[in-house]
């Protein structure tokens, strides 16, 4: 299954909103009937962590400024408003369809 | 706290073998698949092997698969990642990451470690 995101690059401004999108190539439900998308995030230097789980979870201490959606192949990433620490690289990651893979990523930095 | 470690990255030539070790705490470990991930500088992230609970499930990358082995060792609430016949473009950082639930398969990773250093180089 391959993992496309879009923009690579996003300039963000504070306190404004910011949008990842992440497309798969093949629908990503599993036999479970879940769907396993997870959004990671990887601060410069950092391990990455995990934000989003299941399409749509947030990870216990995850702001919620943050958010998934999306069904099928299609999929985004929201930041209701952006904070400085939020700057880094954002991953998807399909996890029902082995072998997993992951998007290219997606820098976002303050303009 | 919740962590896993990672320890025995180096530089190996290429043809060489290196093992890597992943050592838990803060959790039950044998209540968890585990996996490892790595990382090509300044590139992306790559999934390269998972395990369940028990070691009697395991799955590989297409580019690591007849290389790598990954077995764990719940007694010592251990992950290990055997490296063989090591090539150029398995240089990168390595990750060993928690799956919640018992199996790797399907796959989200909660807890990660810091990583280690993997560099295969004449």
């Known amino acids: 299954v391959v993992m496309t995101q879009s923009p690579l690059s996003l300039p963000v401004t504070l306190g404004q909103p910011a949008s990842i999108s992440c497309r798969s190539s093949q629908r990503l439900v599993s036999s479970d009937g879940y769907t396993h998308l997870t959004w990671f995030h990887q601060r410069p230097g950092q391990s990455p962590r995990r934000l989003i789980y299941?399409?749509?979870h947030r990870d216990s201490g995850v702001p919620d400024r943050f958010s998934g959606s999306g069904s099928g192949t299609d999929f985004v990433l929201e930041i209701s408003r952006v904070e400085a620490e939020d700057v880094g690289v954002y991953y998807c990651m399909q996890g029902t369809s082995w072998p997993f893979t992951f998007g290219p990523g997606t820098k976002v930095d303050i303009k | 706290e919740m962590q896993v470690v990672e320890s025995g990255g180096g530089v190996v030539r290429p043809g060489g073998s290196l093992r890597l070790s992943c050592t838990a705490s803060g959790f039950k470990f044998d209540d968890f698949g585990m996996t490892w991930v790595r990382q090509i500088p300044g590139k992306g992230l790559e999934w390269v092997s998972g395990i369940n609970w028990n070691g009697g499930s395991t799955g590989y990358a297409d580019s690591v698969k007849g290389r790598f082995s990954i077995s764990r060792d719940n007694a010592k609430k251990s992950l290990y990642l055997q490296m063989n016949t090591l090539r150029a473009d398995d240089t990168g950082f390595y990750y060993c990451a928690r799956v919640p639930g018992y199996g790797w398969n399907p796959l989200s990773m909660d807890v990660w470690g810091k990583g280690t250093t993997v560099t295969v180089s004449s």
């Open positions: 299941k399409v749509s």
